[in-house]
């Protein structure tokens, strides 16, 4: 188990679209390294269609994307698809609180999860 405490993503991937969420162009990718801190560990991948936990270790979703900033190539958030719901929700990077098993876990509990803002093609 690898717990998060830096939250820069090296995007490496497919890039899927391009994205402008108010603040600097974004980028859609496939996948994405998180570096995380132990220096004798390069990163972990993450990638589309990881399981997404929330803090009680329920099943909560699932990632869709992550969104990279174009000028600093940093990964800000990832777009997480619930089961059985139409939408995407922006998750920040920084509610990741460990990464173990091809499986993402978050800091917050699934009431949280749903208050995450939601994330429209036209962003």
């Excluded at 090296?10 to 998180?34: A, V």
């Excluded at 091809?102 to 999860?113: A, C, D, H, N, P």
Aim: net charge negative; glycine share 6%; hydrophobic share 40%.
């Amino acid at each position: 188990m690898y717990d998060v405490v830096r939250f820069c993503f090296q995007p490496k991937g497919t890039q899927m679209d391009t994205l402008d969420d108010g603040h600097s162009p974004s980028t859609l990718m496939e996948s994405g390294i998180l570096p995380i801190a132990d220096p004798m560990v390069t990163g972990v991948r993450l990638q589309r269609g990881m399981l997404v936990l929330d803090q009680d270790e329920l099943v909560v979703g699932h990632v869709a994307a992550l969104v990279v900033t174009h000028n600093a190539h940093v990964t800000t958030h990832f777009l997480l698809h619930e089961e059985h719901q139409s939408h995407y929700r922006r998750c920040p990077v920084e509610l990741i609180k460990a990464v173990v098993a091809g499986r993402i876990q978050l800091r917050i509990v699934r009431e949280k999860v749903q208050n995450l803002p939601l994330w429209h093609s036209n962003e």
